[in-house]
């Protein structure tokens, strides 16, 4: 203990400015966890952005249904023998994409379908073991910030679910006359991509700040813009579950002109099938027409909130508002342009990392509404 002072002692004869001030207690412990957990969720983010480009091209190549099994762990291992590929095949061969669409294939043309898929799979289960290893080696070494293992711990169930979802995607198309995957379980598979996507941007971007500057920062939100950016992220998260049933059922190589569908506003035969709602998912017409019309929808609010961020005080959070309406008008452009070449791989899988473009940018821009970096003054 030290001893008994006089009152009158002056405080600087106590001060030892030898010791570093502490501060930041909040973040204290956890900063250098902070930046090795944003660079692991950085990794995934790679990763899922990879993935959902692949499992496009995997769809666009007709590949999605040459692995008749889920074996989550045994199916890691490709055919290695000319007896497993046979047996590879003679399972394809049973299935109606083969018998009514490919039938007379080659084994040298399945394997490229073959791979396609295997790739996509192997890809997700590299992802599931980054999350994995990831996260036991941040708990058992007690590095994860405070608050964050539910966080961490959703993305991994979110992982899980993804991959039961495909299995139920692709077991549609296995079974009866389909010829492809259900496209409303399409959609659902997409759909969920975007929904750990956007987790994991979320987080990354939490993960790129300081709590204590977080919460100076959200006494500055602009609660309106922010608000506009949410009802956009909504209004793009709709027009990717429609892409994907535009993607399901090819409809984009159907009704190749623009801006009139087979020379008219509405397509013809938009409700020939039976049941009626059939035609919400399957009609290639009304399908496309929903794409394109909320497509118009989307770049018309797009503008709104564009207009409304232009009236931001912050220099940053404008620059990422004015980058979702530069992207939103390449989105268009590459959309129509899709439509007109009747949806070769090249445009369509660029349309499609167009919206994973497009997806992060409204989420930035609405973490910048959230949590505004204030501009300095210069020389301030």
Known sequence: MSGTRSIFEEVTDAFDDTVPPQGGLIDRGRRDSRGAIRIWLCIIFALVAVMILVGGLTRLTDSGLSITEWKPVTGAVPPLTATDWQV????????????LQNKGMSMAEFKVIFWWEWGHRQLGRVIGLVWALGFVYFLIRRQIP????PRLLLLGALGGLQGAVG???VSSGLTGTMLDVASYRLATHLGLAFVIFGFLSWFILLLGRPERDLMQSRRLREAKLFSMGTGLMHFAFLQILLGALVAGIDAGRTYNDWPLMAGQFFPPLAFDMIPAWRNFFENAGLVQFMHRLAGY???LFGVVVWLRARKSPNSRTRYWFNAIFAVLLLQMTLGVMTVLYAAP??????HQFGAIVLWVLILRSRFAAQYPQVDRIQGA
């Open 297 to 299: 929808g989307l770049m």
């Open 146 to 149: 405070v608050g964050w293992t």
């Open 167 to 169: 299995w139920w995607m």
């Open 88 to 99: 590879e095949f003679d399972k394809y061969r049973q299935i109606p994409e083969y018998q």
């Open 345 to 350: 791989w090249q445009l369509a899988i660029g």
